[in-house]
């Protein structure tokens, strides 16, 4: 002591609880301002006096190990607390630095990297253990055991931590590593008193920085980097094969590029044998498991579940979102898709505040939607219920809300495509997550079936088939067997099947489905005609007409007797027993018929009815079966031109129509117009139905021929090929398209050997 009283200047303090200050030699300050923790004059003075051995640090690990795809981050850090020097803590900048991210990301091992690789120049580096203040207190205590040990080993925590602060402001050049920050504010008054060095804090805390230091927040790896890493680890730095790489990408990608993720996976892999594609299908369950070198409590579920820990004692109802959040997709979640799980908006805000605090989410550009990371979803999604047969943790929520915000059914055909775009991606995910044992619940059905409807009027029927089949399976279990709404679910499952292609699926579903409508609802119940209409349809598109044929006729007149002769359904019926004709070669019944249908549809429903345009779509077609390119082309164009207008450019329907446009140009010998529309319409069909549905497959079979007439034979055998194998794979060996591709294939080859004999005799008669 200088014999100066405290009253006579100016005293330090010391901000949060139980944080030390210090100034004058032997004088410090508890944080709670409660004590003056007086350190005696002689060991004061050593603080002064004692200096540090070189390179003296106590960093908690080794930097040898892999560190991929972070090296800019560490120059980052450098720079800017190179710049920043000795200047105070402020908003604007100082020598303090923090990095936050989700946990798993990387601070730590960034930090420690840091750290080693600049060690040299600091005159001291110190790693503490920021989690409390208490344990920060017991860090900066630990280096006056190592500067003062005689003194340090007989006195308490709190001097051996003043003699520290002491120390600090004796000695400029230090490095001070604060990892893993729990609030920012524990950190105000150490930063404040001590600004001859530099300071670096890891925390998965995103907020409260503003004004105590400027963060830097951590991004996730580059595909190749995460890659690399989990390549490096799994394989022993042995260069994995193509194969293997692909894989690895990937597995990378399903890890989200975390890189404590690809190290865990990495390790486990390297250490079982396990296949990568394995690792993959068990993804959740192996989140919770360590490898050597991955201890049990590293593991991306344990730090997540001591990460929500923490979140629950803030604020429970954070937990509560983030578990509901889990079912759905994971970008741009509405934020009016949670506001059901709380009455008070206000609480729904704290709580995701809680939850950005934290990196568990992440806000999009104008704050109205939540990212979140699929890791998350993945580990949250894989813990057990609290009973068999329970809802899992915030599954029950997801559903509710999801009915809650669905427009209803007369939403399906108004303005409302907006809403259901943005809504689509969440119940498609909530479908597709839907864990074994989960509760039925009619509302849930009621969703999947609204948004399977959505989809079945933008023409996309062919990819409902989860939503129709969970939709099925719930509304089986919550109402019965052969409930109004389960039979209607049935059918519409398989329309599905048979718009993706699948046959094979669709025609029992619809079968039996007709044999309930008979036996519940009557022979001739509307229902029953809809059921028998689309049971006949099937077996039509498996080229079985002789069932097809008489199911309509059928139809037809049950429909013509109870519903009337103009009636939309007998319209339909009528249609499709005239392209059924048409298919059978019986252009003489199906003609007239379509030409009579037409007429009566322009005049019920409208020019452009998109039931107008099938009939106008079906009766170009028959003429050109006919062979009358002079009428069936002129409607053709009209047709695409209306459904283009009236559907959309990529909608099904109007790609039937360019199809169908593109192959009576090729019969009229206008090639130069056939190909390219061919080319550009299997673009589309790829784009909207899948690279193997049967309408991409005519498609490709119908520009194959094409390449043939122009004379292109390399580019059509090969057309051939692929489709005769696709044909075989999804329609199967004797289907009636299967058997056209394989004629054309064996067509085009014989056309091509002719060739070349005919070449090869040529060059041979020119020769002496």
Known sequence: MNGESMSARSSPRAAGERAVAARDIGVAITGDNARVITV????????????????????????????????????????????????????????????????????????????????????????????????????????????????????????????????????????????????????????????????????????????????????????????????AIAFDARPPSPDQRGQAEELATDLGYLPLALEQAGAYLHQTGTGIDTYRRALGPMLAKGADGISAERTIARIWNQTLIVIAHRDPLAVTLLNMMAWTAPDDIPRTLLASVAPDPVAVDDALGVLHAYNMIAFTADRQGINIHRLVQTVLRTRTATQPGAYLPGRREAEEAVWEVLPDEEGLATDHAVLWERLLPHVTSLAESTPPDNPASASTAHAYHSAAQYLYRQGRDAHTITLRTLALTQYEEVLGDTHPNTMNSRNNLALAYRSAGDLGRAIPLYET??????????????????????????????????????????????????????????????????????????LARAIPLLEATLAQREQVLGDTHPHTLNSRNNLASAYDSAGDLGRAIPLYETTLAQREQVLGDTHPHTLISRNNLAYAYHAAGDLARAIPLLEATITQYKQVLGDTHPHTLISRNNLARAYESAGDLERAISLYETTLTQYEQVLGDTYPDTLISRNNLARARAVQQRNTATSATDHDRQLP
């Open 513 to 586: 489905t007709l044999a309930q409508c008979e036996q519940v609802l009557g022979d001739t119940h509307p229902d029953t005609l809809i059921s028998r209409n689309n049971l006949a349809g099937a077996y039509e598109s498996a080229g079985d007409l002789g069932r097809a044929i008489p199911l309509y006729e059928t139809t037809l007149a049950q429909r013509e007797q109870v519903l009337g002769d103009t009636h939309p359904d007998t319209l339909i019926s009528r249609n499709n027993l005239a392209y059924a004709y048409h298919a059978a070669g019986d």
């Open 40 to 231: 005696p004059a002689q060991v004061a003075q050593r603080a002064q006096e004692v200096s540090a051995p070189p390179g003296l640090a106590n960093l908690p690990g080794s930097a040898t190990g892999l560190f991929v795809g972070r090296d800019d981050e560490v120059g980052r850090l450098r720079h800017l607390l190179a710049r920043e020097g000795e200047a105070a803590v402020t908003q604007d900048g100082s020598g303090a630095r923090a990095i936050h991210g989700l946990g798993g990301i990387g601070k730590t091992t960034l930090a420690l990297h840091y750290a080693h690789r600049y060690r040299s120049s600091y005159t001291l580096v110190w790693w503490i253990n920021a989690t409390t203040t208490e344990q920060i207190v017991a860090d900066l205590a630990s280096l006056a055991g190592r500067l003062c040990q005689d003194w340090a080993a007989s006195v308490d925590v709190e001097q051996r931590a003043a003699w520290a602060l002491l120390w600090l402001q004796w000695h400029p050049g230090w490095l001070l590593v604060f990892d893993n920050v729990e609030d920012p504010e524990l950190l105000r008054h150490y930063l404040g008193t001590l600004p001859d060095g530099h300071h670096l804090a890891t925390s998965r805390r995103a907020t409260g920085w503003y004004a105590i230091a400027p963060t830097m927040p951590l991004g996730l790896l580059e595909l190749t980097a995460a890659a690399d890493l989990l390549c």
